[in-house]
């Protein structure tokens, strides 16, 4: 969870990461029960020589945060070079940026680019701070699979009832990037099911019943929804059903399971 010996001086200039990092978020790193922020890698913030006094030590308000994409991009850059010389084995850099790229930045999210990058933040400070309270309970970092849940978490917020990896977006040659609305099919057949086919897989869930189709609800398969239900369901708040049923995927079968349980403590 934490080293031993505090190392000021990584070598990063063969990775082309020398000076983009202050060396208090480096000496923060050693510990990796302390939370970190994407902002703490920003290039704007290396000359930034403490943090509060506060108890967790958190950034203070005129560490700059990021404005775009490109700062989300250079910020996980320069964590990954950071962890691959102080934790080689965490992968939590790599898996932010494989999402990140699986999904294309939220290029389908219908909000502001000022609310996408804050969103995109808001799940990579998310990951990061989850991670630390497992270190604190000697468990391993969120994998992949874990990881990409929290980002359907976000996802749902902003109303995106499914998410495309690049191979269903639109060729270059067939429209440019992040895809067209004459795209692959959303899912959402009779019975609660997804059509068959791999393509359902990295989609979110959703059920069918009464002849409309609802997402599935993330935070009832995490056991903790507190929103208002609302018919099989919660009501978002916004006009927005969810349905509580199972969205365990069965790779076997290529369907989600759609049951009366939330997937945590069942599959």
């Keep these: 969870m934490k080293h031993g010996h505090t190392y000021r001086r990584l070598p990063l200039e063969h990775s082309g990461a020398a000076n983009k990092v202050g060396d208090i978020v480096i000496i923060r790193c050693h510990d990796r029960s302390y939370p970190l922020k994407l902002k703490m890698f920003l290039p704007a913030n290396r000359t930034k020589k403490a943090f509060t ?61 000022q609310e996408k990058t804050k969103l995109l933040v808001e799940f990579c400070d998310g990951v990061l701070r989850e991670n630390a309270c497992r270190a604190v309970e000697k468990e391993p970092p969120l994998s992949f699979r874990e990881a990409k849940e929290r980002w359907a978490d976000i996802a749902e917020r902003v109303g995106a009832s499914s998410h495309q990896f690049p191979q269903q977006q639109a060729h270059p040659n067939r429209g440019g990037r992040g895809g067209s609305s004459g795209g692959p099919q959303r899912g959402g057949g009779g019975g609660g099911t997804f059509r068959a086919g791999a393509a359902a897989k990295g989609r979110t869930a959703r059920y069918a019943t009464g002849g409309a189709s609802y997402a599935v609800c993330f935070s009832y398969n995490r056991g903790n929804c507190s929103r208002p239900a609302k018919g099989c369901g919660c009501d978002d708040g916004r006009g927005g059903i969810f349905a509580h049923v199972c969205n365990h995927f069965d790779s076997a079968t290529n369907k989600y399971c759609l049951l009366g349980h939330p997937r945590d403590g069942n599959h």
């Design 53 to 113: 006094s506060g108890e967790n030590k958190e950034e203070s308000a005129d560490w700059e945060a990021a404005k775009g994409v490109a700062d989300i991009r250079e910020a996980l850059l320069n964590l990954a070079d950071i962890t691959a010389e102080l934790w080689p084995y965490d992968d939590t850099p790599r898996i932010l940026q494989r999402i990140l790229h699986n999904y294309n930045f939220g290029a389908a999210w219908r909000c502001t680019e």
